[in-house]
């Protein structure tokens, strides 16, 4: 509940790689930002979702061009994730 991942996304330039997590301190007067592992390329107009201890990015602008992949990375043991990986989505 006090923190929240920002990744990807684009500025006025060109797509962005990076990710960071966000944390608000145990007095709720600052927040820290800690820098994660990059994105496995350039994303940007994608969807993401937590669910099962995995924070999955899906679809958007990979590298520029339409993507259907996705990424995932643990978070079930609540530490900022460190690396991505491709994934296949979980079916019922």
Known sequence: GDSIVIAGGCNEKHSLATAYSLHLNATADSINITPLTSLPCTIDNMAAACANGQMYIVGGNANGKASKGVWSANIADGKPPQ??????????
């Open 83 to 92: 690396q991505l990986r491709c994934c296949r989505l979980p079916t019922r």
